[in-house]
């Protein structure tokens, strides 16, 4: 029986720390650092890391995570004062001759540990009629038609996968957490320049809002989180010119 | 976390609800289960994630469907590649279903709102993909619909988009550990689930009218796996312990191209866009296993194949043990755009850029044929044809079977959509003539005992010991080649490792987020999934399909054309797989194709 080993050479086990930012609700009045050391290999992502911390050290040490391989968008997590995914953060791309600091993202209640309360993020989510609003009607069993240059228009924000990496990146929602938020932004974009819908202007009134697009002071933290890539701020820009002129 | 509105009752600390419909999982089947159920009767959804978070969105390639936008094509054809590629196992009034409502099921996504890749003339587009074929095997045939390579991704966003849409009330991070049984006029029927609350510790009971199981599969018995952490089947497992048979568990799908050493996937869509398998020395091996279809042969030919050529000591690396897809004459524009996910995973986890080099793969456990019986109505079966009113399966948990021992690839997004429709359809129309079921006392008491005695553990072993060595033995024992000699190692190991699983602890013994005691329980369902997995493989003394014994290197009709049923019976705690486990066989519908050798 074959049993694959990783393609790379093995690259010999190294320990490095981790600080952890730990919060035990039942136990801690606020939150604490927390260290831990642990033996890695260089192609190790920081999820294992933190795998081994809990199955071998601490199982109390808690953290959201599914896929592994950055497609779900469960464990956005503040790795070394950025937002990533831990399943998609390399330890070799990290400085491993300090300690690695690992806490949860901002600006969402904290709830334990890692965990932090997703709710307010889907709520703003929900807001934006995140879903296709057309006011004809296909012909019976057919697809709408869409050429390929209109379908590639709102290409880049239909690869969000809702992992709150951008929103809690962004400034301007730590201070004031009724901001929509990049990511809600990047939902509605994704509708508002589908040439199959027909309620752009409403969601672009909902964005014109005090709590809307205007808002955003493009720091392009968004973009720099965005572990799919998306050019958020540039999402963001369309959508405040599509209020301005119109949509496309 | 729930988006519900109504508020329980709470009597003795659990939290009481009432529903027509309760669907636990929120993944492809389970909500579009939903939005055919939530219209028309009182729904909730349950999933122990966030419903983006579920494995449905780490799909790839496409969804199959004989839409004929680029060449002509058949939903007859399309059944037929399905039987063929399910080794003749599959149910063929199943698979006619599958295939001919497939075509309803793309449209109803597009119109939905899926941003489906277009043709030129703005039609959805299709690529090809292993085992469809024009007219009966004679060439590959363009049947997938697709959007880029995150097709799933593009289906589970759309599906929750449709939910939030029809105001689908979600219990989010809620884990059912159970389904409600009540006796009425003779009968069981099921009338409710109970659910433990991960943010709070609480106690949910959810009394209903009709239960749809769409939990999704069990990848995580293997270690070398395509599937999520969060894979552990739990919704099989629960059905096992009610004594609900499962069928077919001895079919278990190895994907070909998973990173070598990772299991991560790679999608066929690759190979169905051009990308070639080469050994060591560059050979197109492929060529010599499946001289007409080549690369784009069903998945258990390729992994086999694969497997082969390694053992036979033509693997690349330095390690032999490997072989590599090769995309580099694909060029970067194809790659960056319709397949840019599974470039960018080989460059981040390998540090391999497919454009110039090509990627190392090998086979990674990808899919459950097996499962939950249902019939083509999604209701589950407690034999091989007693329906269990109320209660039905759908998607990976289920097993219809219009897989067989095999599934094709993009069958599966598209078996979510076809029988999650139906589950929920033929639910709905259930629930309006149906009474609300009594629940029995104390409906939690076994699941409160179940997290009490997990919490309160003090045992010495160590669950993620226990589950790496469960893993690791899978992949040495009953992977891709199985023998009896494996597969016997494999029982006595998955015996002791029961009998130390009675002996764990856990650290936290909190009420809010213990993800240590969600993980302890996980394991159970693994243990009893491998154990009726591996039963049922040691009794199927033939190679069918995934299911490949070196000991019994052919098919064997005339013995084994029919389906394994695995019971639980007597002592689910005693240590004999022998003493607890019943194996019995299902006639497999045949309507117009009768078995024939099966050649690509």
């Known amino acids: ?248 | 976390m729930s988006t519900a509105t109504s508020t329980p009752k709470i009597i003795d600390g659990v939290h009481y609800h009432e529903y027509d419909i309760v669907i636990v999982g929120a993944g492809g089947a389970g909500m579009r289960a939903a939005i055919e159920a939530g219209p028309n009767a009182k729904t909730a959804v349950i999933s122990k994630l966030y419903p983006t978070r579920s494995h449905t969105g780490a799909a790839q390639g496409g969804m199959a469907a004989a839409l004929a936008n680029v060449e002509e094509d058949s939903w007859e054809w399309h059944t037929f590649d399905t039987v063929k590629g399910g080794d003749y196992l599959v149910d063929q009034d199943a698979a006619e279903i599958l295939a001919r409502e497939a075509i309803d099921a793309v449209i109803d996504l597009e119109n939905m709102g899926l941003p489906f890749n277009r043709t030129p003339e703005g039609k959805i587009d299709q690529r090809r993909f292993g085992g469809h074929t024009r007219d009966h095997g004679k060439a590959p045939v363009r049947r997938a619909c697709y959007a880029a390579d995150r097709t799933g991704h593009m289906i589970l966003q759309t599906l929750f988009q449709n939910c939030v849409k029809h105001g689908i009330e979600f219990y989010n991070e809620f884990y059912v550990l159970d389904v409600v049984m009540t006796t009425e006029k003779g009968k069981k029927i099921p009338s409710g689930v109970v659910a433990y609350e991960l943010a709070t510790g609480n106690i949910h009971v959810f009394q209903s009218k009709a239960i749809i199981f769409a939990t999704g599969g069990f990848g995580k018995i293997y270690k070398t796996t395509s599937n999520a952490h969060t894979l552990t089947g739990d919704g099989v497992g629960i059905m096992w312990r009610k004594g609900i048979p499962l069928e077919d568990m001895e079919f278990y799908q190895f994907h070909p191209t998973g990173l070598a050493g990772l299991g991560i996937l790679l999608t066929e869509g690759a190979r169905g866009e051009g990308a070639i398998l080469r050994n060591a020395s560059g050979e197109r091996f492929m060529e010599r296993y499946a001289p007409t279809i080549k690369d784009l042969a069903p998945r258990d030919i390729i992994s086999r194949c694969m497997v082969q050529e390694v053992v036979e000591g033509r693997g690349a690396g330095p390690n032999k043990d490997y072989v590599l897809l090769d995309c580099t004459h694909l060029g970067a524009e194809v790659l960056e755009t319709k397949l840019p996910d599974i470039t960018e995973f080989a460059r981040t986890y390998l540090g391999i850029d497919p454009v110039f080099e090509p990627v190392p793969v090998m086979p990674t456990a990808h899919y459950a044929m097996g499962g939950i019986p249902t019939n083509i109505q999604a209701e589950v079966l407690a034999d091989n044809d007693t329906v269990i009113p109320g209660l039905y399966a759908a998607g990976e948990c289920a097993c219809v079977s219009v897989h067989g021992s095999n599934r094709l690839g993009t069958n599966s997004l598209l078996d979510i959509n076809v029988f999650g429709k139906r589950a929920g359809r033929y639910a709905s129309e259930y629930v309006k003539k149906a009474k609300m079921p009594v629940l029995p006392k104390n409906p939690a008491d076994g699941v409160i005992a179940l997290v009490e005695q997990m919490r309160n553990a003090s045992g010495t072993e160590r669950v993620a010991s226990i589950r790496k060595e469960l893993q690791e033995s899978m992949d040495r024992n009953a992977q891709v080649f199985r023998t009896e000699d494996s597969l016997k190692e494999q029982t006595d190991i998955i015996q002791a490792l029961r009998e130390r699983y009675k002996n764990i602890s856990i650290h936290d013994k909190g009420e809010r987020y213990n993800t240590d005691l969600l993980e302890a329980i996980e394991l159970g369902f693994l243990l009893d999934l491998a154990e009726v997995t591996v039963y049922s493989a040691r009794n199927r003394k033939e190679s069918r399909g995934g299911h490949m014994r070196d000991d019994f290197p052919d098919r064997n009709d005339k013995e084994y054309m029919v389906h394994t049923m695995a019971y639980l019976t007597g002592d689910a705690e005693s240590s004999h797989a022998g003493d607890h486990i019943k194996l019995d066989w299902k006639p497999v519908v045949i309507t117009n194709y009768q078995p024939m050798e099966r050649k690509y």
Not at chain 1, 71 to 89: H, Q
Not at chain 1, 96 to 102: G, K, L, N, R, S
Not at chain 1, 154 to 162: Q, R, V, Y
Not at chain 1, 229 to 234: A, K, L, S
């Open chain 1, 1 to 248: 029986m074959v049993t694959p080993t990783p393609a790379m050479p093995a690259v010999q086990a190294f320990t490095i720390t981790l600080n952890i930012r730990r919060f035990q609700p039942e136990v801690d009045q606020e939150a604490r650092w927390q260290s831990f050391d642990v033996e890695v290999y260089s192609t190790d992502r920081v999820l294992d890391a933190l795998h081994k911390i809990k199955w071998e050290q601490d199982g109390t040490l808690s953290f959201r995570r599914s896929c592994a391989h950055g497609i779900c968008g469960s464990d956005a997590m503040r790795i070394n004062g950025r937002n990533r995914l831990a399943c998609k953060t390399l330890i070799k791309d990290l400085d491993i001759t300090q300690p690695i600091y690992v806490e949860a993202i901002k600006g969402l209640p904290l709830e334990k540990d890692l965990i932090v309360d997703m709710e307010p993020f889907f709520a703003a989510f929900r807001e934006v009629k995140p879903f296709l609003i057309a006011n004809s009607k296909p012909e019976k069993g057919k697809e709408r038609i869409q050429s390929i240059a209109n379908r590639e228009i709102f290409d880049d924000t239909t690869k969000c996968i809702l992992c709150a990496a951008c929103t809690t990146s962004c400034p301007v929602f730590w201070t004031d957490g009724q901001y929509f938020g990049p990511a809600a932004i990047v939902a509605a974009h994704r509708f508002i320049f589908d040439s199959r819908d027909d309620a752009a202007k409403v969601r672009l009134d909902i964005l014109n809002d005090k709590e809307g697009v205007w808002r955003c002071r493009t720091t392009f933290n968004c973009t720099d989180a965005c572990p799919r890539g998306i050019q958020v701020t540039q999402a963001i820009a369309d959508v405040k010119q599509a209020i301005l002129r119109g949509r496309r």
